[in-house]
């Protein structure tokens, strides 16, 4: 809840309305887990919230530890599903990828979380959580919205989550802090554009809209095109980030002619790539580009204007990394 929120509670439960503020600090700043630690409330008062509310923080319920350091949590949703959540330690950073929904629509062919199908929103609390009960919590440095979902298939949730993540009653990060990615969702990118901070990742993975719109259904809804158009409207040159995903597959979207076509549809615009090695999913006929085909890739967008890097694969080994996600098998 939001602190004009808690302040209604308390209010409508016949307490002082400093009550929610209170409430705002045990909840964000001290991570408590039950109503009975908020100590500076009354023992009565304290009582009288608990029959009525509960604090709905849950530990993670499985965790699977990489050789690079990476950790793979799984947490229960109120749904009675389960999700996975990745956190990526990287000398002084530390990332947590939090998922949005239980399984994806978006059906994108490279993607393990997609052939789940979809099974349900998570709510603010649900995506919260994941950073509240995170038992590496107090290392974190930066979010991103790459986990299970589509974050604007979810919106409302994901803006509530990330409004908390960055008040100053809240966690008060940064919005500078917390990338959403976005297959693009007509109307949806928009309102996100219009009413977060946070910066934005955009799943591109093709410039071609035809062949992107075979890897990813949601092309024929939303175009690249129109996408690109939209966020020409907005301004990334200065606080907020813009970025493009590019998941590389040999022989497919990794030749010259597709660079050629990136600087094209991305001309004038302030953003950055980042190429991603494919990991390989079961009854995918796709394989990932060689390492020499991505430096080449990236050294030619690099060279004209776009500055594009090749971001580090981690958590391969406990099914963590880009698109692997699923919890398909322990959410039925």
């Known amino acids: 809840m939001t602190l004009d929120e808690l302040r209604s509670v308390v209010v409508d439960l016949g307490l002082p309305a400093f009550v929610g503020k209170q409430i705002t600090e045990w909840l964000y700043s001290h991570h408590v887990t039950t109503i009975d630690e908020m100590t500076n409330i009354s023992k009565v008062n304290r009582l009288r919230l608990a029959e009525?509310?509960?604090?709905?923080?849950?530990?993670?319920?499985?965790?699977?530890?990489?050789?690079?350091?990476?950790?793979?949590?799984?947490f229960s949703v109120e749904n009675g599903k389960m999700v996975e959540t990745v956190f990526i330690p990287d000398t002084d950073r530390a990332t947590l990828c939090v998922s949005s929904q239980v399984g994806c629509k978006m059906n994108c062919l490279f993607c393990q979380t997609g052939k789940q199908g979809f099974e349900g929103n998570l709510s603010a609390a649900d995506i919260l959580n994941q950073i509240h009960s995170l038992p590496e919590r107090n290392r974190l440095t930066n979010i991103v919205f790459m986990g299970q979902g589509e974050p604007m298939d979810n919106l409302d949730s994901v803006l509530r989550a990330t409004q908390i993540m960055t008040a100053e009653y809240g966690f008060a990060w940064s919005p500078k802090r917390i990338t959403v990615s976005s297959v693009g969702v007509k109307n949806k990118l928009k309102r996100f554009l219009d009413e977060s901070e946070c910066h934005i990742a955009i799943s591109l993975h093709s410039p071609l809209t035809h062949q992107r719109a075979k890897l990813m259904p949601a092309e024929k809804a939303m175009s690249i095109g129109e996408i690109v158009a939209l966020l020409r409207n907005y301004d990334f040159a200065h606080q907020r980030r813009l970025s493009f995903e590019y998941i590389v597959f040999d022989g497919v979207n990794d030749s010259l002619t597709h660079?050629?076509?990136?600087?094209?549809?991305?001309?004038?615009?302030?953003?950055?790539?980042?190429?991603?090695?494919?990991?390989?999913?079961?009854?995918?006929?796709?394989?990932?580009?060689?390492?020499?085909?991505?430096?080449?890739?990236r050294d030619f967008l690099t060279s004209h204007g776009i500055f594009t890097t090749i971001r580090a694969s981690r958590g391969e080994d406990i099914f963590a990394a880009c698109g692997l996600l699923s919890t398909a098998k322990r959410s039925n």
């Open 259 to 297: 660079a050629k076509e990136i600087i094209n549809l991305l001309r004038g615009v302030d953003c950055r790539i980042n190429l991603i090695r494919f990991h390989k999913i079961p009854n995918v006929d796709l394989q990932g580009a060689s390492l020499q085909t991505m430096e080449r890739m």
């Open 52 to 74: 009525n509310y509960s604090v709905g923080a849950s530990k993670p319920v499985d965790a699977q530890y990489s050789k690079d350091g990476t950790v793979k949590y799984l």
